[in-house]
């Protein structure tokens, strides 16, 4: 999608291993977000970000956690993955204003064995 | 526990009819309502937004807002085979920061 990344695509990885996702956004936009979407669930909010070190938890953040260093970059943390945080993964960003909706990134799709 | 219900489906429909998705959400507060269209395996992307009552106009599309009853809809008109997909409705929560909350989505299907 035109002006945000997500990497990687596609990770497998191991029950208890940390594992970092990212967001990267070219549109210098203040809102980021990190959405999870499972099968009967629709898109669940991690974590959002206001601004460089502006972060704020979602409904669904326990296990993970995330920083923004840099205006552009959004990382998702998960500290000690579990098959629970099998889904996929969707970075999102939004300028400023209650009346724009989302930019979304392409997705990851993480797989906890 | 703020709220966006959609009907699953699958919601069948021949081509060149009108599609009818329909949205409840729960948040009063809520000012702005948006429909994504998400093909499978993809990325979901914006196709309308709706702030004031009544109904928006885009090409096939119609969305449509009932802020009493809290309940937003969204019509396809001449349906098309390339407008298989699941449709989600989008709710912004208030309390800023352009929260969106997302309903689970319905799955349109257009037979030819």
């Known amino acids: 999608d035109a002006g945000i990344t997500q990497s990687p695509r596609h990770k497998v990885t191991e029950t208890g291993t940390p594992v970092t996702l990212r967001c990267h956004q070219t549109?210098?936009?203040?809102?980021m977000y990190w959405y999870r979407q499972d099968p009967g669930h629709g898109l669940r909010l991690i974590h959002y970000s206001y601004g460089v070190k502006d972060t704020d938890k979602g409904e669904v953040s326990d296990g993970y956690s995330v920083s923004r260093s840099k205006t552009e970059d959004f990382l998702l943390t998960l500290e000690s993955a579990t098959s629970s945080q099998t889904s996929v993964y969707f970075c999102a960003i939004s300028d400023v204003g209650v009346l724009y909706g989302y930019t979304f990134g392409s997705g990851t799709r993480l797989t906890v064995v | 526990q703020k709220e966006v219900e959609q009907n699953s489906g699958p919601l069948s429909v021949p081509e060149g009819a009108i599609a009818s998705l329909n949205c409840t959400y729960s948040?009063?507060?809520?000012?702005?309502f948006f429909w994504y269209r998400q093909y499978s395996g993809k990325s979901p992307e914006l196709i309308m937004f709706i702030y004031s009552n009544g109904d928006k106009e885009d090409g096939r599309f119609t969305a449509q807002l009932n802020k009493a009853s809290q309940y937003v809809s969204l019509l396809i008109r001449d349906s098309q085979p390339s407008d298989s997909a699941t449709y989600l409705c989008a709710v912004n929560l208030s309390g800023g920061y352009n929260k969106l909350i997302f309903g689970a989505g319905t799955r349109l299907a257009v037979h030819p």
């Open positions: 948040d009063r507060g809520s000012q702005s």
């Open positions: 549109e210098n936009h203040r809102y």
